[in-house]
């Protein structure tokens, strides 16, 4: 399918989907928490029609790792359709730690604000701050969120850098860290003139509780957590490379 179909396709679904926003709007006054499980649920079910449409294939492992308190997943980010791998396969609401630009995007922010989302500005060391802060307070309040500390997608099978500070969120809030690796996402939307259907793989590590780390982990917390994503999308690719 040519790129410029599938988006109109998938903003037509996505209109047509939002209208469940008004529900919810409704619903979180009254229940902030019934509201937050009710988008989710929508949103997850966009995701798995998105991963459909684009017969996209997806081999998960690791799902019994995901704790039942709530924790900071922490993935690395091959492209934007990252999000909706994640949010069709983790059946634990959560919101995205997002770039203050996707804010302008419409219903797009609509529906991230709805589960739970916050904005950071990596351009203002200030408002990056106040962003931490007002996650550690939803994390207070019984929220997950999701972290990609590279900070931008990487486009390949190769990691970039975790960018400094992107640990804060756990360590001021201490919630347990949920690693989680994926591969393959980079090739659905962003490479050539069409939408291509891929494999993507996603394994989800076990939880990291930070009491259990010695201090040397904990000072160096961004590398440990890296290299154990960083690894796993190694041996990933290292399997690719086997069946070819």
């Known amino acids: 399918m040519i790129k410029l179909l599938w988006y109109l396709y998938f903003s037509i679904y ?21 509201a937050e499980i009710l988008a989710y649920k929508a949103l997850q079910n966009i995701a798995k029609f998105v ?35 994640l949010l069709a396969h983790i059946n634990k609401p959560f919101g995205f730690v997002a770039k203050k630009e996707i804010k302008k995007i419409p219903l797009v922010s609509s529906w991230l604000k709805a589960i739970g989302s916050i904005y950071i500005n990596r351009q203002s060391p200030r408002e990056s701050i106040k962003t ?19 900070g931008t997608r990487s486009l390949k099978s190769k990691m970039n850098s975790f ?3 992107s640990m804060k969120l756990a360590t001021k809030s201490r919630a347990c860290i949920v690693p989680i ?46 290299n154990i994503i960083e690894e796993e999308l190694n041996n990933i690719c290292k399997l690719k490379k086997s069946k070819i």
């Open 14 to 34: 996505l209109c047509i989907s939002s209208l469940s926003l008004i529900k919810i709007k409704y619903i979180q006054k009254k229940s902030p928490n019934d």
């Open 51 to 85: 991963l459909r449409v684009t017969k996209t294939s997806m081999k998960v492992s690791g799902t019994e790792n995901i704790p039942v308190e709530n924790c900071v997943f922490i993935a690395n980010h091959q492209a934007i359709f990252d999000g909706f791998a």
């Open 132 to 150: 931490i802060q007002e996650g550690v307070e939803k994390i207070n309040q019984g929220y997950s969120m999701m972290i990609f500390p590279e």
């Open 163 to 165: 960018k400094k500070g």
């Open 181 to 226: 690796t994926i591969d393959g996402t980079y090739n659905v939307l962003e490479v050539g003139r069409k939408v291509m259907g891929n494999k993507i793989s996603m394994v989800i590590h076990k939880p990291i509780y930070l009491n259990s780390l010695s201090k040397e982990e904990q000072q160096n917390l961004g590398e440990y957590v890296q």
